[in-house]
C-alpha cells in the first residue's frame, strides 16, 4: 500500500514538471512569432528611453558649451616721448587687428596726454598688454578684469528659444481665432512675445561684441618741467608805475566830484542859507 501511494505522488510531481517546462516553451514560442514591427517598436522605445537618459551625453554637451568670458583693463603710463609712444600704440593697433573706440588728447603747460579707448580681439588681449608693458615707460597702475557671462548668456538664449516657440502657437492660434476679442487677444500676446524676442537678441548681440572685442582703457602721457624765472625788479620803473598810478587816481577823484555837481551846490546853497538867517537872528538881538 505505502509502494502504491509513493509511486502516484512521482507520477504527480513529474507532471507538473512537465507542464511548467511546456509553458516556458509556450512563451518563447509566442514571443518568436511577434510581429517584426512590434519588436522594432520596443527597440526604439528603449533605446530612446537610454538616450534621454544618457547623463554622460549630456555632461560632454555642456563641456562643448563655449565660454563668455568679457575682459576688460586700464592703464596709465608716463612716457618720456608721448608722439613716439603714440606711433608705437598705433602700429600695435594694426598688428593685432585692434581699433580705436575713442581718442582724445589733451595740452597744458605742463603735461600733454592721450585718453585712449582701444577695441582688441579677445584672442590678441593678452598679447597687446604685454608688448605695450615691454615698451619704454612708467606703468602708474593697471588693472585687469575678466568677466563669466556664460550663464547669463545662455540663460538668454534658453529663454528665446521658448518664446520662439510661444510666438509660433500664437500664430497659429490667430489663423483659428473666430472672435475679434479673441483675435486681439492673441494679436496682444504676438506682440508683446516679438518686443521681448527683439530686446533678448540685441542683448545677445552686445554680449557678443563685448565677449569677442575686448576694451582697454590705456592713458599715456608726458609731463613739462616746470622752469621759474625770478622776478626782477626795476626800481625806475616802479617810480614810474606809481606816479602814473597816483595820477590816474587824482582823475578819479576829480570825475568823481564833477560827476556830482549838483549836489555839490545844493549842500553849498543850505550853507549860505543858514549864515543868512543866522545874522539876521543876531541883529534882532
Known amino acids: 500500500m505505502k509502494i502504491l501511494f509513493f509511486t502516484i505522488a512521482l507520477l504527480f510531481i513529474f507532471s507538473c514538471g512537465s507542464k511548467s517546462?511546456?509553458?516556458?516553451?509556450?512563451?518563447?514560442?509566442?514571443?518568436?512569432?511577434?510581429?517584426?514591427?512590434?519588436?522594432?517598436?520596443?527597440?526604439?522605445?528603449?533605446?530612446?528611453?537610454?538616450?534621454?537618459?544618457?547623463?554622460?551625453g549630456e555632461d560632454k554637451q555642456i563641456e562643448q558649451t563655449k565660454s563668455k568670458i568679457i575682459k576688460n583693463g586700464q592703464m596709465n603710463i608716463e612716457v618720456d616721448d608721448i608722439s613716439t609712444a603714440k606711433a608705437q600704440i598705433d602700429t600695435l593697433?594694426?598688428?593685432?587687428?585692434?581699433?580705436?573706440?575713442?581718442?582724445?588728447?589733451?595740452?597744458?603747460?605742463?603735461?600733454?596726454?592721450?585718453?585712449?579707448?582701444?577695441?582688441?580681439?579677445?584672442?590678441?588681449?593678452?598679447?597687446?598688454?604685454?608688448?605695450?608693458?615691454?615698451?619704454?615707460?612708467?606703468?602708474?597702475?593697471?588693472?585687469?578684469?575678466?568677466n563669466d557671462v556664460t550663464e547669463s548668456y545662455y540663460d538668454i538664449v534658453t529663454r528665446l528659444e521658448n518664446k520662439r516657440a510661444y510666438l509660433k502657437q500664437y500664430q497659429v492660434l490667430l489663423k483659428k481665432a473666430n472672435s475679434i476679442k479673441d483675435i486681439l487677444e492673441v494679436q496682444e500676446k504676438i506682440r508683446r512675445l516679438t518686443e521681448e524676442i527683439d530686446s533678448a537678441v540685441g542683448r545677445l548681440k552686445y554680449m557678443d561684441s563685448q565677449v569677442n572685442f575686448s576694451t582697454l582703457t590705456l592713458q599715456i602721457y608726458q609731463q613739462?618741467?616746470?622752469?621759474?624765472?625770478?622776478?626782477?625788479?626795476?626800481?625806475?620803473?616802479?617810480?614810474?608805475?606809481?606816479?602814473?598810478?597816483?595820477?590816474?587816481?587824482?582823475?578819479?577823484?576829480?570825475?568823481g566830484l564833477v560827476s556830482i555837481w549838483p549836489f555839490i551846490f545844493i549842500l553849498l546853497g543850505l550853507w549860505f542859507f543858514r549864515k543868512k538867517i543866522n545874522l539876521r537872528f543876531w541883529k534882532r538881538k
Open 93 to 146: 593697433l594694426s598688428k593685432y587687428q585692434a581699433y580705436y573706440g575713442n581718442e582724445q588728447f589733451d595740452k597744458s603747460t605742463y603735461q600733454s596726454t592721450y585718453n585712449l579707448v582701444i577695441r582688441v580681439p579677445s584672442k590678441n588681449f593678452e598679447n597687446i598688454i604685454s608688448e605695450i608693458e615691454s615698451k619704454k615707460g612708467d606703468i602708474k597702475s593697471k588693472n585687469i578684469n575678466a
Open 21 to 56: 517546462s511546456n509553458k516556458n516553451v509556450a512563451y518563447k514560442d509566442a514571443a518568436m512569432g511577434m510581429p517584426t514591427s512590434e519588436l522594432s517598436m520596443e527597440k526604439e522605445e528603449a533605446s530612446s528611453f537610454s538616450k534621454s537618459n544618457n547623463f554622460d
Open 224 to 255: 613739462f618741467e616746470r622752469k621759474f624765472e625770478p622776478r626782477k625788479r626795476h626800481f625806475g620803473k616802479q617810480i614810474s608805475r606809481s606816479f602814473k598810478n597816483g595820477f590816474e587816481r587824482f582823475l578819479d577823484f576829480t570825475l
